[in-house]
């Protein structure tokens, strides 16, 4: 690749209706998989620079630059299968999902196939996510395990925690560690176990722990969107099985992350 593409690369961005990425210099896509390293709404007046990056194989390394591209109506990860299809061709297949706000690293796979595979490594706890979450508060104990029975009302888009089982009634389990506590928040840690819509913000809601910037759930901090970021995904290529990690981080610089300096600093030296 010469000078100048890499160039033209390292300038060139994707703007879809405050999603925001752009294509690294260097960047590769999978015949079978793509992850997106960083993906997230962002206000109208914001400024970022995110890394949209296609993994593996070096072979197939994209020479191709992405344009500029912006659409009125969006739905976070529906508009990115949209945009990834139109840019590559063929059918894009989501196999998680983020909820809407929230950022951070994402996976799509290229084939039906590769999409199964997935799914079945999600279902059989192969397919690792965990989360970073500023909340108010300082969870008790500092770690360990939520379980909880989460009923999703579709009427008013929340997701609650119940007692008793019944229908549409499932339930949820997750572990934590809390990183930091600071000026009366944290940060914590995420493992998820289970997938259930808004299954972090309500579990951590219930117990008085709202997600900053989440007032669906109670939170009162307006200077932030709800504080949620998909850290770090673990799970095995779907052909080769070879085991793979991606991680992205949020920008430390602006809150509510900022808050908590000791974190960023460790993981800026990792």
């Known amino acids: 690749m010469s000078a100048t593409e890499i160039d033209l690369l390292n300038k060139k961005s994707l703007c879809v209706c405050g999603v925001c990425a752009a294509l690294s210099a260097g960047s590769f896509l999978s015949d079978y998989l793509i992850c997106i390293k960083s993906l997230f709404r962002i206000s109208p007046h914001a400024s970022c620079l995110h890394i949209f990056r296609h993994i593996l194989p070096k072979s197939s390394l994209i020479h191709k630059v992405l344009p500029a591209v912006s659409l009125s109506q969006c739905d976070g990860q529906e508009d990115m299968v949209s945009l990834l299809r139109n840019q590559l061709g063929g059918t894009i297949y989501p196999v998680h999902r983020l909820d809407r706000n929230v950022g951070g690293v994402m996976a799509f796979a290229r084939t039906a196939g590769a999409a199964s595979v997935l799914s079945g490594e999600i279902a059989d706890g192969g397919f690792v996510k965990r989360y970073l979450a500023a909340v108010k508060g300082a969870p008790l104990p500092d770690s360990g395990e939520m379980t909880d029975l989460l009923f999703r009302d579709s009427v008013s888009g929340r997701t609650y925690v119940v007692k008793r089982p019944r229908k549409g009634v499932r339930e949820a389990r997750l572990a934590y560690r809390t990183l930091e506590s600071a000026e009366e928040k944290s940060l914590v840690l995420v493992r998820l176990y289970t997938g259930r819509t808004h299954q972090i913000r309500a579990q951590f809601a219930s117990r008085g722990m709202p997600l900053l910037g989440d007032g669906k759930y109670g939170s009162r901090d307006k200077k932030c969107d709800t504080a949620l970021w998909s850290y770090r995904l673990t ?36």
């Not at 099985?241 to 030296?269: A, H, K, M």
Request: overall charge negative; aromatic content about 16%.
């Open 235 to 270: 799970f095995a290529h779907p052909v080769s099985g070879e085991p793979l990690e991606f991680e992205s981080l949020p920008d430390f610089s602006q809150y509510p992350w900022s808050v908590f300096v000791n974190t960023c600093r460790q993981i800026s030296c990792k």
